[in-house]
């Protein structure tokens, strides 16, 4: 058999895989540890991305995966509504003790964070007995028909899919960067129940503590605390989309911790099991019991394999010091790109080590031709980073916590050279 390459396997990608499914790189993983990655012809290239934010605890880390294969010799499947098992209630508990909400809380288990946020809005819905959603322009929420609706962005997410679901409204997320205050953004709000939807026909706020796919901008705690009033007020359930923002990226197990405020249901997902296919909805018991027997669950929800990651991720947490250690890696990379004193980089934001800054020309303006040339030079040159943003220029870091500092600085340097 004829050794792999890159281009043989893009070539056999080509065949049988739509064009709809877009892959950063022109390569094939074949190993990987911690922050690295090594391709099918041997190049290594360090990981800036993680996965996207999905790999906090690192590629292959050995507690994960050594939990992973003493499970693998018990039982891969039962499907939880039929035959439960003691680590999905484990789990269970353990978030609901983390969990930054108060009074008795409730988990349920799905596979993707998009189906979270599926369930959110099911619960919502049947907890209020309403309809509406109000999300914010730039979220993002997923790739299911209900969360392309709450998305914030239409292209490559929702253009040619249409038309979205009913009852949705996005208000104005508060970004400096973009010139949108927070008192725009709450007027937008207002805006909605005056023009498009009285309040008391709405379920459901969903907001990212920090928008991933929109930029990385940062909900502060006075705008959460605005929100909270809001649906205090209009008997309107709030809900913080931490699918990207979960288990450590900000420096805190949850984002929700830094902003004073309790959500009503939270998500978690990504780097929840490390790697393996896990997500949750965690939230206020009354709320999380309205559904009926059988109005929740799915095939694959709560997969005893990443139940038991997840609870070993929790573990490698708090025994390497990954929330201290995330704070260090956000403040060195900000630090690191200020002293470049670069005319190209603008607006460095970071919550721990979920950083994001944007590229931009010489008048300042959003540059997301130069934003896809520096990933491409630090492609060539062995570090993977990722962009996002509204306007398509921001470079967003997503390294895994476990980095080691000799690779970290390695791909800063790379990231100095690239530009």
């Not at 206020?284 to 929800?301: E, F, H, K």
Request: aromatic share 6%; with cysteine.
């Amino acid at each position: 058999m004829s050794k792999l390459t890159n281009q043989s396997l893009l070539e056999r990608r080509t065949k049988v895989l739509p064009k709809g499914l877009g892959v950063a790189f022109p390569v094939f993983a074949e190993t990987a540890k911690n922050s690295e990655v090594w391709d099918v012809e041997g190049n290594r290239y360090i990981d800036f991305i993680g996965g996207i934010s999905v790999l906090n605890t690192g590629h292959n880390h050995p507690k994960i995966t050594e939990r992973v294969r003493e499970q693998l010799d018990k039982f891969t499947h039962t499907a939880a509504q039929i035959m439960n098992y003691e680590s999905y209630v484990s789990l269970a508990e353990k978030l609901c003790e983390l969990a930054p909400i108060s009074g008795d809380k409730k988990a349920v288990f799905f596979t993707t964070g998009a189906e979270a946020v599926e369930n959110t809005m099911k619960i919502a819905r049947a907890h209020t007995g309403r309809h509406g959603v109000i999300s914010f322009v730039g979220g993002w929420h997923g790739r299911t028909h209900m969360c392309m609706g709450l998305t914030g962005k239409v292209v490559p997410y929702k253009n040619n899919f249409g038309p979205m679901p009913a009852s949705i409204h996005h208000a104005l997320f508060p970004a400096p960067e973009l010139g949108v205050t927070e008192a725009q953004a709450l007027e937008s709000i207002e805006m909605i129940f005056q023009a498009s939807i009285h309040p008391s026909d709405v379920a459901a706020m969903i907001i990212e503590p920090v928008q991933g796919e929109g930029g990385f901008h940062q909900v502060t705690p006075s705008f959460a605390k605005a929100l909270r009033k809001i649906c205090d007020e209009h008997g309107i359930v709030l809900i913080f989309d931490e699918v990207q923002t979960c288990f450590g990226r900000t420096g805190t197990l949850f984002a929700t911790e830094q902003l004073g405020v309790e959500p009503d249901l939270m998500t978690s997902a990504k780097s929840l099991a490390g790697g393996y296919p896990i997500s949750a909805v965690i939230g206020r018991a009354d709320i999380m019991d309205t559904p009926q027997p059988g109005g929740l669950g799915g095939t694959y929800s709560g997969n005893p394999l990443a139940c038991v990651a997840a609870l070993a991720v929790i573990e490698v947490i708090e025994e390497e010091g990954l929330l201290e250690r995330s704070k260090v890696i956000g403040d060195t990379i900000a630090s690191f790109l200020a002293a470049l004193d670069n005319p190209k980089i603008a607006n460095i934001r970071h919550k721990g080590a979920m950083l994001a800054f944007d590229i931009v020309d010489a008048q300042g303006k959003p540059d997301a031709e130069a934003t896809a040339k520096l990933r491409a030079n630090a492609f060539e040159k062995g570090l993977l980073l990722a962009s996002c943003g509204r306007h398509g220029n921001a470079i967003r870091v997503m390294v895994p916590l476990t980095v080691s500092d000799d690779v970290l600085q390695e791909g800063l340097e790379i990231i100095k050279a690239a530009l």
